[in-house]
């Protein structure tokens, strides 16, 4: 594709709920990443992949959250039980190998109520 | 972990003059890649420019340019000419293979 794509776009939850949030990145990028940005702040990493594998969860910041890539290309980020602080822009970003240059999706806003 | 600082909330322009954003990033690597990433309002991040810390030369893309500073780990962009489309939060990031992000400049240009 053109570019990363992300869906939905805006995603209203009620507290408790389990939300997916998918990511389709430009096509033949080896790496994919997930970041959660608040209002106002600067990005922050949550989760890293090569093609299938998930090299690096380390910002993941609950056991409520969950990535999954299983075929190296499409990839969904699951929030179970959401809380009001999930609260956030989800962004995708995707790159050809680690360490090059990251392009970025629109995001998925995340409004819990 | 890597961590990025822009001291700098807010900058204003005037229209087709030049504005210069401060970034100083902590590592201990000697390898490594830094960015200039633009947000606009409608949220879409878009990459600006991008410096490879083994090159001397410092990055260049038509009226954006960095001054790089290896030694004393400070990465600025300067924005010639400024247009009204420049408006956004301008982030600076460092990357090994996951971006860290400082807390972000905005950008106003007066017409």
């Known amino acids: 594709g053109a570019g990363v794509s992300q869906s939905p776009r805006y995603k209203v939850a009620k507290r408790g709920q389990d939300v997916a949030l998918r990511c389709d990145p430009i096509?033949?990028?080896?790496?994919l990443f997930w970041y959660q940005q608040a209002l106002g702040q600067g990005p922050e990493f949550l989760t890293y992949?090569?093609?299938?594998?998930?090299?690096?969860k380390s910002g993941l910041p609950s056991d409520r959250f969950f990535a999954e890539r299983p075929e190296g290309s499409v990839s969904t980020l699951k929030i179970q039980r959401t809380q009001q602080e999930d609260s956030a822009v989800y962004l995708c970003?995707?790159?050809?190998?680690?360490?090059?240059?990251?392009?970025f999706g629109p995001g998925t806003r995340l409004t819990v109520l | 972990a890597q961590t990025v600082t822009q001291s700098q909330p807010e900058m204003s322009v005037q229209e087709a003059e030049t504005v210069t954003l401060s970034c100083t990033y902590d590592t201990s690597e000697s390898d490594y890649y830094l960015f200039w990433y633009k947000q606009p309002p409608s949220r879409q991040m878009i990459l600006v420019i991008r410096?490879?810390?083994?090159?001397?030369q410092n990055a260049t893309e038509n009226r954006f340019s960095v001054n790089f500073q290896k030694a004393a780990k400070s990465f600025s962009l300067k924005i010639s000419d400024s247009q009204l489309g420049d408006a956004a939060m301008y982030f600076c990031?460092?990357?090994?293979?996951?971006?860290?992000f400082g807390a972000g400049t905005t950008v106003t240009v007066r017409a």
């Open positions: 096509s033949g990028h080896v790496s």
């Open positions: 990031a460092y990357t090994d293979y996951k971006l860290s």
């Open positions: 410096q490879e810390a083994y090159k001397q």
């Open positions: 992949f090569q093609n299938e594998a998930q090299l690096d």
């Open positions: 970003a995707s790159s050809s190998t680690a360490g090059d240059t990251q392009y």
